[in-house]
């Protein structure tokens, strides 16, 4: 049986559970407890589970970041919130230098069950300092699995996954999208992390995406359908490790792939599935590998810029008109 | 009818003109914020926004104790500031309309006023970033041997970030000419002082760096106008930082996506009663320190004023859409990334 929850509900179906099945796993951040998170997701956590285990933090990102380190490298099993992963900018050290660390320092004696979640990307006219991708920046971190997804089934069961996960797991989330609704089946539900999946097939074109702008992808795909092209489009969901088997196999199939990705353009994740795709499906192209990105800045508050700034269907189109060599 | 003649003149302790200063400061950014609530009702105005409604007698204090020289640098809660900084309601009210016009051409936004023209340093997102930065600004004074202080707020949720500590220690070690302000006005979102730290007088966590720190009554602006004084005395002798917790409140949501469930009508209730421009107010009727017609005067002036900055707001061009690359570096001709 499956029911229609939002992202957010989702999500806190996954933590929910999670901290039923298993007393070590706790929830702590900003606003987590008592207001019931910043974007609700935690509504009601409070009330289950009491303070001991969803717990409100001062404004102290590298602070309750490290305190989650130690409590995980001395066995409990952290999920730490992050209002938005913009403010995780502050924790970097303590995922990036001992989270992804840890392990690999103590030749494997210390491990560190961890979770960091919290929402990425652009979310409206947030200016420069609210408003940035983190999947690049996490996902080239050895020790880290990334998992940035927004559909809400997948999302529950791949941060079920996370949670489960012996390894630090950043979970990208998005704020807009904590509303979005989606069937999401009830009960025991995993998602593998590591596994994209295909969310609509197609022939013509493969547009490979993750998070919100999989939603854009659809929304392009289903224009270019008017206009008989058929695309296909995949939701990576998981950023590292990265499932370019599944994105190869689609790319066999239609000889042409735009990459759609809300990252910077430079050294992100459309320069990594471009890489792996010249590398391993070289043959199969029929046209260079394409990309749509944010804009190659910081971006500003005026919609003006947001517009100039973001992907969207028709720059998707005008991507796949590209490499269909399709003029008009 | 009483007129302001006939008024019981107490002895003035300051000049008509400083008690005007402090009402119009404050009158304005009560004005400006209000206007601003209404225009993003109406969704001219969009993404995060903080007003400064309750906490005006800090800008005012603020106002008159310093020289316009000295430097100043906050956090998202910008736009009170900002206004006692020297901005002017119209370039404040375009940038929130996200227009070229603005004072920062539309980019910042509510959150990220600036103006170099008025030392005026941000405007910054990021809670408690701009304690480090604030010493630096500091740094770069006394470098260059001004006897200029930068002013450096944040709020009593930034107080718990652990780059104040660090900076704490910094600013007092190399004597840098910065005052710290705290404006506690206990609470960070949804989150009381209480509940999150356990020293509840922010004012304490400046003597463990033996700062020089006072704990300051925040709705009356010659309290924070002598506090500052005080202080702006000490660091320009050369003595190095000193703190003051500011104590406040603000009768607003956060922002405005905030309901505000976490306080009591009695408490907002309560502290309406010390609204700061409405005591100063009382205390004119009583005292005649500022005439009844130079009160009105003001008040007329305010009103044209922030209309004067809406509609200029309303008129003023859009930003053009390659203005979005233009600031990210300095050369015009950086080769950006575009495919
Ligand atoms: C590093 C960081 N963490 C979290 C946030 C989200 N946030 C924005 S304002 C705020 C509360 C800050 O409260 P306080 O410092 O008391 O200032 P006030 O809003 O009361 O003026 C939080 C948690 C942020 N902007 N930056
Ligand atoms: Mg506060």
């Keep these: ?328 | 009818m009483q007129t302001t003649a006939d008024k019981k003149k107490i002895k003035a302790k300051y000049s008509e003109e400083t008690y005007a200063t402090w009402y119009e400061t404050m009158l304005r950014i009560r004005r400006f914020e209000e206007k601003t609530l209404l225009m993003y009702s109406q969704q001219k105005i969009r993404g995060f926004c903080h007003v400064y409604i309750g906490q005006e007698a800090i800008a005012a204090g603020l106002k008159t104790a310093l020289r316009p020289e000295d430097c100043m640098v906050t956090a998202y809660r910008v736009h009170g500031l900002a206004l006692m900084k020297g901005l002017t309601s119209r370039e404040c009210m375009a940038e929130l309309y996200g227009k070229d016009t603005g004072c920062v051409r539309g980019k910042g936004g509510s959150m990220h006023f600036f103006s170099k023209e008025h030392k005026f340093f941000g405007g910054n997102g990021i809670v408690g970033a701009q304690i480090p930065i604030g010493a630096g600004i500091a740094f770069a004074e006394k470098y260059n041997k001004t006897d200029n202080i930068c002013v450096t707020l944040f709020g009593d949720g930034a107080a718990r970030q652990g780059a104040l500590h660090e900076t704490f220690n910094m600013a007092m070690n190399w004597k840098l000419p910065v005052l710290f302000i705290c404006e506690n006005n206990q609470y960070a979102m949804g989150t009381s002082v209480a509940r999150t730290s356990n020293v509840t007088d922010m004012v304490k966590i400046g003597l463990s760096y033996d700062m020089p720190s006072e704990q300051v009554d925040g709705m009356r602006p010659e309290v924070v106008h002598e506090a500052v004084s005080r202080a702006a005395e000490h660091i320009r002798s050369g003595k190095g930082p000193y703190y003051l917790e500011i104590k406040t409140y603000r009768y607003r949501g956060h922002s405005v996506s905030d309901p505000g469930l976490y306080r009591t009508k009695e408490e907002l209730e309560y502290y309406k009663t010390l609204d700061p421009i409405g005591m100063l107010e009382h205390s004119f009727k009583e005292t005649g320190l500022l005439p009844d017609e130079r009160v009105l005067e003001i008040q007329e002036s305010i009103k044209d004023e922030i209309e004067d900055a809406v509609q200029f707001a309303e008129e003023s061009p859009w930003p053009s859409p390659e203005e979005l690359y233009i600031d990210n570096y300095v050369e015009r001709d950086y080769p950006f990334m575009k495919d």
Aim: aromatic content about 8%; glycine content about 8%.
């Design chain 1, 1 to 328: 049986m499956s029911r229609i929850l939002t992202l957010r509900d989702a999500l806190r179906e996954a933590m929910v559970e999670e901290m039923r099945l298993d007393p070590t796993v706790f929830l702590m951040g900003e606003e987590v407890a008592a207001y019931n998170g910043a974007y609700k997701v935690s509504k009601g956590m409070l009330d289950e589970f009491g303070p001991e285990r969803v717990i409100d933090t001062p404004i102290a990102e590298l602070g309750f970041a490290g305190i989650g380190v130690g409590a995980a490298m001395n066995g409990l099993k952290p999920i730490v919130e992050f209002m938005t992963w913009n403010f995780a900018v502050l924790a970097f050290d303590q995922i990036v230098n001992n989270a992804a660390k840890t392990m690999s320092q103590s030749a494997g004696q210390f491990g560190c069950q961890i979770v960091f979640r919290g929402p990425s990307g652009a979310a409206g006219q947030l200016a420069q300092q609210h408003s940035q991708t983190f999947e690049a920046w996490m996902g080239t971190v050895p020790g880290l699995k990334v998992i940035s997804c927004t559909d809400p089934a997948d999302a529950k069961g791949l941060l079920k996954s996370a949670i489960r996960d012996p390894n630090p797991v950043c979970m990208m989330e998005s704020e807009v999208f904590y509303g979005e609704k989606g069937e999401v089946p009830e009960g025991e539900y995993l998602v593998p992390i590591g596994k994209a999946i295909v969310r609509k097939e197609g022939s013509d074109v493969t547009l490979v995406s993750f998070n919100k702008q999989v939603k854009t992808c659809m929304l392009a795909a289903a224009e270019l359908e008017k206009e008989g092209i058929s695309a296909e489009v995949i939701d990576l969901r998981t950023i590292r490790p990265l499932d370019i088997e599944t994105v190869i196999q689609s790319v066999k199939k239609t000889n042409r792939i735009v990459v759609v990705d809300e990252s910077w353009p430079m050294f992100g994740v459309s320069a990594e599935v471009a890489y792996e795709i010249q590398k391993y499906a070289f043959d199969y192209l029929d046209a260079p590998v394409t990309r749509i990105n944010a804009a190659d800045s910081s971006l500003g508050y005026s919609h003006i810029y947001v517009d100039e700034y973001m992907p969207n269907p028709s720059r998707i189109i005008k991507g796949v008109k590209e490499v269909m060599y399709i003029k008009r």
